[in-house]
């Protein structure tokens, strides 16, 4: 139980394109799920917390206009980064909270890279 | 907010001997501290957590124990095996507060040699 999924796993983009990843709870709904943005060897920083049928929360420093976040359903959020830049290139991982709110479980994640 | 430092950043043993993290944090209010390991490109996997109300916790070669008058934790992983090697990430959170947001540490690269 409580697998996630992300889709795409990896993208290749030309600077100022939008992109849109994708993040399911495939066996658990999850009213909360978290997307995190990781460079290479470094640690995973949050960017946002999405909540089904609310607005996202976002963390000091993350642009909202820029990283569009939508939670329409309990097994689905979706991250569109707008008018994509070469320094938007990281490691895009997504995690969904179980039912004790507690745990969470976390995507394959996305690795986007901009030209 | 919460801060978490984790140390060492990089830990080398011998297959076979115990490895040992470290991580503190600043809110006393965390009350939830899970530990993920993190393989080359991969997934963060959940690996073992503990919860306030617990000294210590373990499941089979891995362990955590935590002192909330410190504030501070420790994963502790007995007999490792080569395919120990990875990142380890601890995280500690307001459960239920905040919407269980997770404060990670900085990460250890555990590398085991045979």
């Known amino acids: 139980g409580a697998v996630v999924s992300q889709h795409p796993s990896w993208v290749i983009c030309k600077s100022g394109t939008s992109v849109k990843i994708e993040c399911r709870s495939l066996?658990?709904?999850?009213?909360?799920m978290f997307w995190y943005r990781q460079f290479p060897k470094q640690s995973l920083m949050l960017m946002a917390t999405s909540n089904e049928g609310s607005k996202a929360t976002y963390e000091q420093g993350v642009e909202k206009d820029k990283f569009l976040i939508n939670h329409a359903s309990l097994t689905l959020s979706t991250l569109t980064v707008t008018s994509a830049h070469p320094e938007d290139s990281s490691f895009y991982i997504c995690?969904?909270?179980?039912?004790?709110?507690?745990?969470?479980?976390f995507g394959p994640g996305t690795r986007l890279l901009v030209l | 907010g919460e801060n978490v430092e984790q140390h060492p950043s990089t830990l080398s043993v011998q297959e076979g001997d115990s490895a040992v993290i470290k991580c503190t944090y600043s809110d006393s209010a965390s009350n939830y501290f899970p530990w993920y390991k993190q393989e080359l490109g991969k997934r963060p996997q959940l690996i073992i957590d503990i919860r306030s109300n617990v000294g210590e916790k373990k499941d089979q070669r891995i362990a955590v124990t935590l002192n909330k008058t410190a504030k501070h934790f420790s994963l502790h992983i007995t007999e490792t095996q080569p395919e120990d090697s990875a990142v380890y990430f601890c995280?500690?959170?307001?459960?239920?507060?905040?919407?269980?947001?997770?404060?990670f540490g900085a990460g250890t690269q555990v590398v085991v040699t045979p």
């Open positions: 066996d658990f709904q999850a009213t909360t």
């Open positions: 995690s969904a909270a179980g039912a004790n709110q507690e745990t969470q479980y």
């Open positions: 995280a500690a959170s307001r459960a239920t507060d905040s919407w269980g947001k997770f404060q």
